[in-house]
């Protein structure tokens, strides 16, 4: 025997004059991206190749062209290898990326750092059972 429920619309509240919202907000930058302008930047000041210190991590020059340019996710053991390659610790570069990240979010105005999915002052939440 199946079982019927009633389903209602939630109820909308009257539209209400609101403030014009500004553009697009500024994305926050992804982590990859920080940390791979990071070992470039790293790798670089050591006038590098990237097959001199994709060697020395143990890893193919391509794949640590794709790190430097954000476009893989390296997993921790290869950050690590990665920074041993580069000559500092795993704590220091990850101090590092996050300083950047925090200089990154500084140019940012404050109002557009909200979190996606995030509520704001003024936001209508419905909540349905």
């Known amino acids: 025997m199946a079982e019927h429920a009633n389903v209602y619309p939630l109820r909308r509240e009257p539209q209400r004059e609101r403030e014009p919202q500004p553009g697009p ?3 926050e ?4 991206e920080v940390l791979g302008r990071r070992l470039r930047a790293l790798r670089q000041e050591q006038q590098e190749t ?3 210190t994709a060697a020395r991590a143990g890893i193919s020059p391509q794949y640590l062209s794709e790190i430097e340019r ?3 996710e ?4 290869m950050i690590a290898a990665l920074a041993g390659a580069l000559g500092t610790t795993l704590i220091d570069l990850t101090e590092q990326v996050a300083g950047d990240l925090r200089r990154q979010m500084s140019l940012t105005p404050r109002a557009n750092r909200t979190r996606p999915g995030r509520a704001r002052p003024g936001d209508i939440l419905a909540l349905a059972a």
Do not use: F, N, V
Not at 29 to 32: E, Q, V
Not at 74 to 77: G, H
């Open 25 to 27: 907000r500024p994305q």
């Open 29 to 32: 930058p992804l982590w990859r």
């Open 50 to 52: 990237l097959s001199e």
């Open 70 to 72: 954000g476009r893989k």
């Open 74 to 77: 390296p997993s921790s053991e």
